[in-house]
């Protein structure tokens, strides 16, 4: 990982030989969890002096003293008893990071989950294999349940960092079948290993589709007849009072919800049909909006973008839900607590390409016939019986709901001037490029640099999850003015070239366990179980993020030639702002031409403009390449 691109030395050639004999040709999905190492604890001072030369670019000479002080007294003082602590929790745990992490980052959190939590993902923007929406959920779900059966019998291919080091994949057996259930201080995660139906709302009810029946899965054109049953009863089917809005309970406060739930969901027909949702594989939607891309309307993509997080009906708490339009077109909304971006990103990437393989007829529909030797039963409709008042709850639900999704800016920005292809012949990291941009547009929108959050993995090590690279450096910053104080290319470019390499570096100390921010997390949960008070750890963890980034990787999986089929290039996905002044920023590279990126932020401050944002981004862009020009 720290060799020069394209320039292994012989020991490192010699090591990733040795590996792929012991790998072997056919590894299982879980079959290399166990030679894993551990994440390593970094020595306190080594986090601080990191620290420090993260937030040097934006504090003047006197605040930054002032945190030098207070990071050498935590270092020298608290800090080496916190250590101890964390140190032994590094012996027993397979992850000194993650449980605490998921704990009281994620169940622990009482926000709504909706923007602020969950993610989405979008399908292919410019070609849809079939208009006909049963057909097209029928295939997507068999693609689903062939990702699903891959990962019981472990004959998933497990995922590897330069086709070599592998990556952990215990996040992966909870794809399906889970959902969190809210408590009133902690939520917990349940998973569900008998499984066989999928939750599908349409028109206001709820319903109970088979997957598996007569100890067989249906084939996609019996699926899609029980879809098409489906949609032809929602025409009729009354529904209950409440019933067409309860899923806006699971986009609000999760302690409301939890009380909620203990009130009038705890027994009788409520709890019965609460569980089939609760423990099925996974919810879809019928969608009866048409959303899609046209170059000259981009709010058709940011609405469809803005339907996936934060629609309507989406289940919030499960694992993903999938919403399948009247057009045919799909999407995904994923909550984020057991998994990482990265799980839902293969999936859909997976299965997006495996529903194209399984194919349609000249009219659109699933290939086959329905097997004759099953006799298949209508799917159910799940029944409710809510009381008024639980009723004006989830109106109330409903209301706020549609509060935060009317706050929510967001705007896409389909950067096809250049992409990765060029990129790559200014021979630098594609990421770092990008980083560099969203740093000069930021500058450009706002004035001034902020403390900034790119998302990078700790899977190589067992039960890694992620860490923050602080993508705002003194270097970048450099570049920056350079840029907009219109010094000669040859200095601007030389300026780039240290802040990619700089951000590179900090991207592989992230990934290696040499981060800032998860270590500095642990030592304040340790903190907190002493009964100790840090005013350097509260400060820290209090920093606010306001530019918080995420690349959506891309070719885990089958890879599409998009050379050979440009018009099936995914959107990737979003998620929310972190900051109620800030921006959130996802971003997608896709193929060689295109990059994607997702702009959040909130209506109600005065300082951001996600379309505005999304300009000085595509600006930003053009004023690097011009310095290659």
């Known amino acids: 990982m720290w060799s020069p691109h394209g320039k292994l030395s012989l020991p490192v050639k010699a090591w990733m030989g040795i590996c792929k004999v012991i790998i072997g040709r056919r590894p299982k999905l879980m079959s290399l969890q166990n030679c894993m190492p551990k994440l390593p604890v970094p020595s306190v001072s080594e986090t601080m002096n990191r620290y420090l030369l993260t937030v040097r670019p934006f504090v003047n000479d006197e605040e930054y003293a002032r945190l030098r002080n207070l990071a050498e007294e935590f270092q020298t003082g608290l800090g080496k ?89 215990e996040q992966y057996p909870r794809t399906f079948s889970t959902t969190r259930i809210p408590q009133l201080v902690q939520d917990t995660i349940e ?17 109970v589709l088979n997957v598996i029946a007569g100890g067989r899965q249906l084939s996609p054109i019996e699926l899609q007849k029980q879809i098409i049953w489906i ?37 009788g027909v409520n709890k019965h049909s609460l569980n089939l949702i609760e423990q099925s594989l996974f919810v879809a939607i019928l969608d009866d909006s048409e959303p899609g891309y046209d170059p000259e309307n981009p709010d058709m993509l940011n609405n469809y973008a803005k339907g996936m997080l934060c629609g309507d009906h989406i289940w919030y708490d499960k694992s993903f839900s999938v919403v399948c339009f009247k057009n045919g077109k799909i999407g995904m909304n994923a909550e984020h607590a057991w998994a990482d971006a990265t799980i839902i990103s293969h999936l859909a990437e997976e299965c997006f390409n495996w529903d194209i393989e399984l194919g349609y007829d000249s ?122 104080d219109k010094q000669p290319k040859e200095e601007c470019k030389a300026l780039l070239k240290s802040a990619v390499n700089r951000h590179t570096d900090l991207f592989r100390e992230s990934m290696s366990g040499k981060g800032v921010d998860r270590h500095m997390f642990c030592l304040y949960i340790v903190s907190k ?13 209090s920093e606010p993020w306001r530019l918080s980034t995420s690349q959506t990787p891309y070719g885990q999986g089958t890879h599409t030639d998009l050379r050979k089929f440009p018009d099936r290039i995914s959107a990737g996905g979003g998620f929310g702002p972190v900051a109620d002044d800030g921006y959130g920023v996802s971003y997608i590279i896709a193929g060689e031409d295109n990059i994607f990126f997702h702009v959040s932020s909130k209506k109600a401050s005065s300082h951001t403009n996600s379309r505005k944002f999304a300009a000085d981004i595509s600006e930003a862009m053009q004023d690097i390449r011009s310095l290659f020009q």
């Open 81 to 169: 008893r916190l250590q101890r602590y964390l140190w032994v929790k590094s012996w027993w745990s397979s992850n000194y990071v993650s449980d605490w992490w998921e704990q009281y980052v994620y169940l622990r959190g009482r926000s709504p989950l909706m923007i602020n939590s969950n993610y989405y993902c979008l399908d292919a923007i410019q070609f849809t294999p079939t208009h006909v929406r049963s057909a097209r959920l029928a295939n997507f779900i068999t693609a689903l349940m062939k990702f699903k059966n891959d990962i019981d019998r472990q004959t998933l291919a497990p995922r590897f960092a330069m086709g070599t080091a592998p990556l952990c994949c």
């Open 191 to 207: 998973h569900y290993v008998d499984s066989k139906h999928v939750a599908l709302y349409s028109r206001g009810k709820w319903y």
């Open 231 to 267: 949609e032809e009863a929602s025409l009729t089917d009354v529904a209950a009072p409440g019933e067409a809005d309860l899923s806006a309970m699971t986009s609000g406060e999760r302690s409301k919800w939890a009380s909620f739930r203990e009130t009038f969901f705890s027994k």
């Open 363 to 484: 009219s659109g529909n699933c290939r086959g016939q329905p097997r004759d030797d099953t006799i298949l039963s209508p799917p159910r409709r799940l029944r409710w019986d809510i009381p008024a008042e639980a009723v004006d709850q989830i109106a109330v639900a409903r209301n706020v709901a549609d509060g935060m999704k009317e706050d929510l800016d967001l705007h896409i920005l389909k950067h096809d001037n250049y992409g990765k292809g060029f990129i790559k012949t200014c021979k630098v990291s594609p990421d770092a490029y990008i980083q560099i941009a969203l740093q000069l547009a930021h500058y450009k929108n706002q004035g001034k640099f902020c403390l900034t959050y790119e998302s990078s993995m700790t899977r190589l090590f067992r039960s890694g999850r992620t860490e923050t690279v602080r993508s705002c450096t003194s270097e970048s910053c450099a570049f920056v003015r350079a840029v907009l």
């Open 529 to 541: 179980y002493l009964g100790e008070e840090s005013p350097f750890l509260q400060e820290v963890l």
